[in-house]
Protein backbone atom coordinates (compact mmCIF):
# COMPACT_ATOMS: atom_id res chain seq x y z
CA UNK A 1 0.00 0.00 0.00
CA UNK A 2 3.02 2.22 0.80
CA UNK A 3 4.27 1.29 -2.43
CA UNK A 4 1.34 2.88 -4.34
CA UNK A 5 0.81 6.04 -2.29
CA UNK A 6 4.52 6.61 -2.71
CA UNK A 7 3.56 5.95 -6.55
CA UNK A 8 0.81 8.59 -6.81
CA UNK A 9 2.90 11.13 -5.25
CA UNK A 10 5.24 11.17 -7.64
CA UNK A 11 2.41 10.86 -10.39
CA UNK A 12 4.83 12.35 -13.11
CA UNK A 13 7.82 10.72 -12.41
CA UNK A 14 5.82 7.23 -12.16
CA UNK A 15 4.40 8.31 -15.99
CA UNK A 16 7.90 8.64 -17.68
CA UNK A 17 9.31 5.53 -15.55
CA UNK A 18 6.88 2.89 -14.41
CA UNK A 19 9.32 0.22 -14.10
CA UNK A 20 11.19 2.72 -10.56
CA UNK A 21 7.67 2.38 -9.12
CA UNK A 22 7.23 -1.29 -9.42
CA UNK A 23 3.62 -0.65 -10.81
CA UNK A 24 2.50 -2.02 -14.02
CA UNK A 25 0.84 0.54 -16.51
CA UNK A 26 -2.81 -1.18 -15.89
CA UNK A 27 -2.41 -0.54 -12.20
CA UNK A 28 -0.49 2.70 -12.37
CA UNK A 29 -2.97 4.22 -14.55
CA UNK A 30 -6.23 2.34 -12.94
CA UNK A 31 -4.33 4.50 -9.74
CA UNK A 32 -4.21 7.79 -11.43
CA UNK A 33 -7.76 7.96 -12.52
CA UNK A 34 -8.94 7.79 -8.67
CA UNK A 35 -6.25 9.25 -7.65
CA UNK A 36 -7.50 12.12 -5.43
CA UNK A 37 -10.20 9.65 -3.75
CA UNK A 38 -7.60 6.81 -2.91
CA UNK A 39 -5.03 9.03 -1.46
CA UNK A 40 -7.69 10.98 1.15
CA UNK A 41 -8.98 7.42 1.83
CA UNK A 42 -4.95 6.03 2.68
CA UNK A 43 -3.88 8.71 4.17
CA UNK A 44 -6.66 8.67 6.84
CA UNK A 45 -6.15 4.86 7.17
CA UNK A 46 -2.87 5.14 7.54
CA UNK A 47 -2.86 7.95 10.45
CA UNK A 48 -5.40 5.52 12.53
CA UNK A 49 -3.34 3.01 12.05
CA UNK A 50 0.10 5.24 12.80
CA UNK A 51 -2.04 6.58 15.81
CA UNK A 52 -2.57 2.95 17.20
CA UNK A 53 1.47 1.98 17.17
CA UNK A 54 1.56 1.68 13.37
CA UNK A 55 2.09 -1.92 11.30
CA UNK A 56 3.77 -4.81 11.80
CA UNK A 57 4.28 -6.49 8.30
CA UNK A 58 4.68 -10.03 8.53
CA UNK A 59 6.55 -11.42 5.07
CA UNK A 60 6.00 -15.75 5.19
CA UNK A 61 5.24 -18.04 3.00
CA UNK A 62 1.71 -19.63 3.98
CA UNK A 63 2.05 -23.27 2.37
CA UNK A 64 3.93 -24.51 5.59
CA UNK A 65 1.28 -26.08 7.41
CA UNK A 66 0.84 -26.39 10.49
CA UNK A 67 3.20 -23.29 10.97
CA UNK A 68 1.24 -20.70 8.33
CA UNK A 69 -1.45 -22.24 5.85
CA UNK A 70 -4.02 -21.03 4.13
CA UNK A 71 -7.52 -22.14 5.98
CA UNK A 72 -10.80 -20.45 4.21
CA UNK A 73 -13.18 -21.53 7.01
CA UNK A 74 -11.16 -19.32 9.40
CA UNK A 75 -10.03 -15.85 10.06
CA UNK A 76 -6.19 -15.55 11.00
CA UNK A 77 -5.06 -12.87 13.14
CA UNK A 78 -4.58 -10.08 10.45
CA UNK A 79 -8.13 -10.71 9.47
CA UNK A 80 -6.89 -12.81 6.40
CA UNK A 81 -7.37 -16.42 6.15
CA UNK A 82 -3.93 -16.97 7.22
CA UNK A 83 -3.55 -19.13 9.98
CA UNK A 84 -0.99 -21.53 11.68
CA UNK A 85 1.64 -21.51 14.23
CA UNK A 86 3.78 -18.39 13.24
CA UNK A 87 0.73 -16.35 12.60
CA UNK A 88 -0.86 -16.60 15.98
CA UNK A 89 2.45 -15.83 17.31
CA UNK A 90 3.12 -12.78 15.32
CA UNK A 91 -0.04 -11.64 16.18
CA UNK A 92 0.79 -12.03 19.89
CA UNK A 93 3.53 -10.05 19.63
CA UNK A 94 1.81 -7.07 17.20
CA UNK A 95 -0.15 -6.82 19.91
CA UNK A 96 2.27 -6.62 23.09
CA UNK A 97 3.64 -4.57 20.39
CA UNK A 98 0.60 -2.35 20.06
CA UNK A 99 0.76 -2.77 16.50
CA UNK A 100 -1.68 -4.14 13.58
CA UNK A 101 -0.40 -7.62 12.00
CA UNK A 102 -0.32 -7.52 8.17
CA UNK A 103 0.61 -10.82 6.67
CA UNK A 104 2.40 -10.74 2.95
CA UNK A 105 2.03 -14.08 1.37
CA UNK A 106 5.20 -14.44 -0.59
CA UNK A 107 7.53 -17.14 -2.28
CA UNK A 108 10.39 -18.65 0.46
CA UNK A 109 13.53 -17.31 -0.94
CA UNK A 110 11.83 -13.78 -1.30
CA UNK A 111 11.34 -13.42 2.33
CA UNK A 112 14.81 -12.17 3.24
CA UNK A 113 15.21 -9.91 0.45
CA UNK A 114 11.73 -8.59 1.45
CA UNK A 115 13.07 -7.42 5.12
CA UNK A 116 16.22 -6.13 3.48
CA UNK A 117 14.56 -3.67 1.15
CA UNK A 118 12.50 -2.49 4.53
CA UNK A 119 9.25 -3.73 2.85
CA UNK A 120 8.61 -6.51 5.59
CA UNK A 121 9.24 -6.15 9.01
CA UNK A 122 9.20 -9.75 10.56
CA UNK A 123 9.90 -12.82 8.58
CA UNK A 124 8.20 -15.56 10.60
CA UNK A 125 7.79 -19.19 8.37
CA UNK A 126 9.00 -21.96 10.04
CA UNK A 127 12.53 -20.34 9.40
CA UNK A 128 15.69 -22.06 10.01
CA UNK A 129 18.10 -20.05 11.67
CA UNK A 130 21.56 -20.81 9.72
CA UNK A 131 25.16 -19.04 9.70
CA UNK A 132 24.50 -17.83 5.72
CA UNK A 133 21.39 -16.31 6.76
CA UNK A 134 22.61 -14.57 9.45
CA UNK A 135 25.09 -12.39 7.32
CA UNK A 136 21.65 -11.17 5.80
CA UNK A 137 19.27 -10.78 8.25
CA UNK A 138 19.22 -10.81 12.29
CA UNK A 139 17.39 -13.57 14.37
CA UNK A 140 15.00 -13.55 17.57
CA UNK A 141 15.61 -16.08 20.31
CA UNK A 142 14.49 -19.43 18.81
CA UNK A 143 11.09 -20.46 19.83
CA UNK A 144 10.73 -24.07 18.05
CA UNK A 145 12.89 -26.66 17.30
CA UNK A 146 12.48 -28.84 14.07
CA UNK A 147 13.86 -31.59 12.26
CA UNK A 148 14.49 -32.25 8.51
CA UNK A 149 12.78 -35.52 7.76
CA UNK A 150 12.82 -37.66 4.64
CA UNK A 151 9.03 -38.91 3.16
CA UNK A 152 8.95 -41.72 0.97
CA UNK A 153 6.71 -44.35 -1.09
CA UNK A 154 5.32 -47.14 1.93
CA UNK A 155 7.21 -49.16 -1.29
CA UNK A 156 10.87 -47.83 -1.02
CA UNK A 157 14.02 -48.78 0.11
CA UNK A 158 15.49 -45.87 0.93
CA UNK A 159 15.55 -46.49 4.93
CA UNK A 160 17.72 -43.40 6.13
CA UNK A 161 19.93 -40.27 4.42
CA UNK A 162 22.70 -42.92 3.60
CA UNK A 163 20.34 -44.04 1.08
CA UNK A 164 19.43 -41.02 -0.78
CA UNK A 165 23.21 -41.07 -2.11
CA UNK A 166 22.06 -40.83 -6.40
CA UNK A 167 18.71 -40.76 -5.68
CA UNK A 168 16.27 -37.98 -6.78
CA UNK A 169 15.15 -35.65 -4.06
CA UNK A 170 12.42 -33.41 -4.30
CA UNK A 171 12.81 -30.19 -2.15
CA UNK A 172 10.82 -26.92 -1.55
CA UNK A 173 13.17 -23.74 -3.09
CA UNK A 174 15.38 -22.47 -1.00
CA UNK A 175 14.66 -23.99 2.33
CA UNK A 176 17.34 -25.71 4.45
CA UNK A 177 16.16 -28.72 2.81
CA UNK A 178 17.31 -27.77 -0.51
CA UNK A 179 20.78 -26.03 0.54
CA UNK A 180 21.81 -29.29 2.93
CA UNK A 181 20.84 -31.91 0.06
CA UNK A 182 22.43 -29.94 -2.72
CA UNK A 183 25.36 -30.21 -0.35
CA UNK A 184 25.31 -33.64 0.60
CA UNK A 185 24.05 -34.85 -2.49
CA UNK A 186 24.66 -32.80 -5.49
CA UNK A 187 22.88 -30.36 -7.64
CA UNK A 188 22.06 -32.51 -10.29
CA UNK A 189 19.90 -35.24 -7.94
CA UNK A 190 17.65 -32.15 -6.31
CA UNK A 191 14.07 -31.09 -7.78
CA UNK A 192 13.10 -27.79 -6.36
CA UNK A 193 9.53 -26.88 -6.19
CA UNK A 194 7.99 -23.69 -5.23
CA UNK A 195 5.86 -25.20 -2.56
CA UNK A 196 6.52 -28.20 0.11
CA UNK A 197 3.51 -29.59 -1.50
CA UNK A 198 4.40 -29.86 -4.60
CA UNK A 199 7.27 -31.66 -4.08
CA UNK A 200 5.03 -33.95 -2.25
CA UNK A 201 2.95 -34.48 -5.41
CA UNK A 202 6.34 -35.24 -7.30
CA UNK A 203 7.27 -38.09 -5.30
CA UNK A 204 2.66 -39.67 -5.63
CA UNK A 205 3.76 -39.50 -9.17
CA UNK A 206 7.06 -40.78 -8.93
CA UNK A 207 9.17 -38.26 -10.63
CA UNK A 208 11.19 -37.89 -6.77
CA UNK A 209 12.44 -41.24 -5.04
CA UNK A 210 11.91 -38.94 -1.55
CA UNK A 211 10.68 -35.77 -0.33
CA UNK A 212 13.14 -33.85 2.67
CA UNK A 213 11.23 -31.12 4.37
CA UNK A 214 10.48 -30.18 8.11
CA UNK A 215 8.92 -32.70 10.12
CA UNK A 216 5.61 -30.90 11.26
CA UNK A 217 4.89 -30.14 7.27
CA UNK A 218 6.07 -33.58 6.73
CA UNK A 219 3.28 -35.46 9.03
CA UNK A 220 0.82 -32.86 7.26
CA UNK A 221 1.72 -34.44 4.11
CA UNK A 222 1.87 -37.83 5.03
CA UNK A 223 -0.87 -37.60 6.80
CA UNK A 224 -3.43 -36.56 3.21
CA UNK A 225 -1.38 -39.13 1.52
CA UNK A 226 -1.58 -43.13 2.20
CA UNK A 227 1.35 -44.22 -0.25
CA UNK A 228 3.32 -42.47 1.58
CA UNK A 229 5.73 -42.80 5.27
CA UNK A 230 8.16 -41.03 6.99
CA UNK A 231 11.02 -42.09 8.37
CA UNK A 232 12.36 -42.05 11.62
CA UNK A 233 15.92 -41.36 10.53
CA UNK A 234 15.81 -37.86 10.56
CA UNK A 235 18.07 -35.95 7.96
CA UNK A 236 19.24 -32.75 10.00
CA UNK A 237 18.05 -30.74 13.20
CA UNK A 238 17.84 -26.89 13.25
CA UNK A 239 15.81 -24.14 15.54
CA UNK A 240 12.88 -21.74 14.10
CA UNK A 241 13.35 -18.16 15.11
CA UNK A 242 12.26 -14.71 13.82
CA UNK A 243 14.18 -12.49 11.09
CA UNK A 244 14.53 -8.84 11.24
CA UNK A 245 16.24 -6.90 9.05
CA UNK A 246 19.84 -6.46 10.07
CA UNK A 247 20.69 -4.45 12.45
CA UNK A 248 17.06 -3.18 13.45
CA UNK A 249 18.03 -3.96 16.90
CA UNK A 250 15.44 -2.02 18.40
CA UNK A 251 12.51 -4.09 16.25
CA UNK A 252 14.47 -7.40 17.28
CA UNK A 253 15.09 -6.20 21.34
CA UNK A 254 10.84 -6.13 20.96
CA UNK A 255 10.17 -9.13 19.47
CA UNK A 256 12.56 -11.17 22.12
CA UNK A 257 10.29 -9.23 24.82
CA UNK A 258 7.48 -10.13 23.43
CA UNK A 259 8.58 -13.81 22.97
CA UNK A 260 9.84 -14.08 26.30
CA UNK A 261 6.46 -12.94 27.71
CA UNK A 262 4.84 -15.57 25.46
CA UNK A 263 6.87 -18.02 26.90
CA UNK A 264 6.68 -17.24 30.37
CA UNK A 265 2.67 -17.05 30.26
CA UNK A 266 2.00 -20.41 28.63
CA UNK A 267 1.01 -18.58 25.93
CA UNK A 268 3.75 -20.18 23.02
CA UNK A 269 2.73 -23.74 24.22
CA UNK A 270 -0.99 -22.92 23.69
CA UNK A 271 -0.39 -22.02 20.21
CA UNK A 272 1.83 -24.83 19.70
CA UNK A 273 -0.75 -27.09 21.19
CA UNK A 274 -3.49 -25.53 18.66
CA UNK A 275 -2.06 -27.09 15.99
CA UNK A 276 0.13 -30.19 16.99
CA UNK A 277 -0.82 -32.79 19.46
CA UNK A 278 1.73 -33.85 21.86
CA UNK A 279 2.89 -37.75 20.94
N1 LIG B 1 12.85 -24.50 8.01
C1 LIG B 1 13.08 -24.44 6.61
C2 LIG B 1 13.96 -23.28 6.29
O1 LIG B 1 14.07 -22.37 7.06
C3 LIG B 1 11.80 -24.42 5.79
C4 LIG B 1 10.91 -23.25 6.04
C5 LIG B 1 9.72 -23.14 5.09
O2 LIG B 1 9.64 -23.85 4.08
N2 LIG B 1 8.80 -22.27 5.37
O3 LIG B 1 14.55 -23.22 5.25
Known sequence: ???????????AVCAVSLAACGGSTAETTAAATTAADTTAAETEAEAETEAAGGQLIMATNAE???????????????????????????????????????????????????LQSGKADIGAAGMTVTEDRLLNVDFSDTYATAVQAII?????????????????????????????????????????????????????QGKVDAVIIDNEPAKVFVGDNDNLKLLDAAYAEEEYAIAVKKGNTELLDQINAALKELKESGALDEIVGKYITAE
Open 64 to 114: FPPYEFHDSSKTGPDGSDIVGIDAEIAGAIAEKLGKELVIEDIAFDSIIPE
Open 152 to 204: VTNDSEIAGPDDLAGKKIGVQQGTTGDIYASDDFGDENIDRYPKGVDAVQALV
Open 1 to 11: MKKKVLCLAAA
